[in-house]
Each structure stands twice: as structure tokens, then as C-alpha cells.
């Protein structure tokens, strides 16, 4: 499978900063063999637009943050999927550990946008992970493999290219602490045994990220891991040269 290597620009950036960057990152993505991976730039709503202009032509695709669990209707400052899909838009991260600890989004809220995701045919990219405290009392897997099934429950797949889990372990995220090689394989391994459960025809297919402060010295390591397909990568996507060198280490 093509491993994804995926930006999470989070609150950063103007849109009108958007083509340049994107210049940017063709430039520094010469060395790298962008043949190898697949690259998705996943930026704040109103940046979507200008970075759809600028992705004309290029395989990289783009993704949001976020998305309404709703349709249509009565939901002032709500964007749903059906928005995002008819600007172009190919991935939609649901469930960050920022929108679950700011936003107070829980796994019913959680699995209610991924369906409203995949109903649009938009592909989610589901962030679980756990806590320091959980991973401390030796809840890390139990915490992360619950928020899967949640998210999961009621949704059924054809094809390994409909979802993408990220692992992001929440005391990993923006500290610059990163799981060691062997944590992160150990739960992204567990993330796939409980897939095999809920989809065997398309568990082995379907990319598994790794997120939390991943950069381009860290990369290596974790993406020659048999379940890391691929990173969520914060901090270290503001600068389209540092993304690059991800994408070269992939
Ligand atoms: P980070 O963020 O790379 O800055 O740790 C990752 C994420 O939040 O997806």
C-alpha cells in the first residue's frame, strides 16, 4: 500500500500564504520519490479553496480539519461534508484529540462525522489515542481500540481507500516528546488486529498513521514500522522543506 504522509496545518497560515507554500513544497519535493507516497495538505476551512487552485495539476490532495456531523439546516458556522466535497476536498480529519479536549467532541459525536464523511464520499482520517494519564495506568490500548469502535460502529466498508486511522498519542502531540519506534508499532499493530475484527476483507489495506511530533530525524524509524503506513504531521508541516524531508524519509 502507498503510505500517506499527511499536514495538519491546524490554526496557521493566511490563505493567501497558500500558493507560495505550495511552490514551496513542489520545489522541495524534487529530491524525494513522490511515487512512493501519497501527500495530503489538511488546512483551516476558509484556506480550501486557494489550495485546491494551487494543487491543480499536482497528486498531492487536500484535506480539513473538521466537518459538521449535520447535513444542512439551522447550524450557524457549521461547514458539512457535502461543502468540503464540492470544493474538492479528499480527506477530512475527524475525532483530533484538540477537538475532543476543546470542543468537548466525544465518540458519539465523533462517529456521527464519520459517517457523515463517508456519506459524502470524502475519506476520514480518525485520530485515537490516549492520554498520559491512560497510558500511564496502562490504559493506552483499552482507551485507543474503545474511541475505534465507537467511531466504527454502524460503518460498513468496501475498499481499504474509504478510511484512514491515525494513532496520535495525545502527551506526543506538539510536545515534541514522540512515541518510540516500538510503542507506536505496538499500538498501531493492536489498531490493526481489532480492524481484522470489524473488516477482515480490508483491515490489512487500510493506512495506519502515525502522529506526534514526527519529523524528519524521528520518521525513519517509525515509518519502517510493519503497521505505520504513513504520518499525521503537525508542527513539522508548517515548513513545506521539513514536510519534505518526511516525505524523503518515507
Ligand atoms: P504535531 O501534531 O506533529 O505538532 O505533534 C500532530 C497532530 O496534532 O496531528
Known sequence: MKPLIAANWKLHKLPSEVAAWVTDLHGALETANTDR?????CAPFTHLPALQTALVGSSVRSGAQDVSAHDTGAYTGEVSAAM?????????????????????????????????????????????????????????????????????EGVTLTSAAELVVAYEPVWAIGTGKTATDSDAQALCGAIRGELRGLMPEIADEVRILYGGSMKGDNAAGLLAQPDINGG??????????????????C
Do not use: F, M, N
Not at 507516497?37 to 495538505?41: D, F, H, R, W
Not at 499525521?232 to 516525505?247: E, R, T, V
Open 232 to 249: 499525521l504531521i503537525g508542527s513539522a508541516s508548517l515548513d513545506a522543506a521539513s514536510l519534505a524531508k518526511i516525505a524523503a524519509a
Open 37 to 41: 507516497l501519497e501527500l495530503a495538505l
Open 84 to 152: 468540503l466535497k464540492d470544493v474538492g476536498v479528499h480527506y477530512v480529519i475527524v475525532g483530533h484529540s484538540e477537538r475532543r479536549d476543546l470542543h468537548a467532541e466525544d465518540d458519539a459525536l465523533v462517529g456521527a462525522k464519520v459517517k457523515a464523511v463517508l456519506s459524502s464520499g470524502l475519506v476520514p482520517i480518525l485520530c485515537v489515542g490516549e492520554r498520559l494519564e491512560q497510558r500511564e495506568a496502562g490504559q493506552a490500548e483499552a482507551v485507543t481500540l474503545g474511541q475505534l469502535r465507537a467511531a466504527l
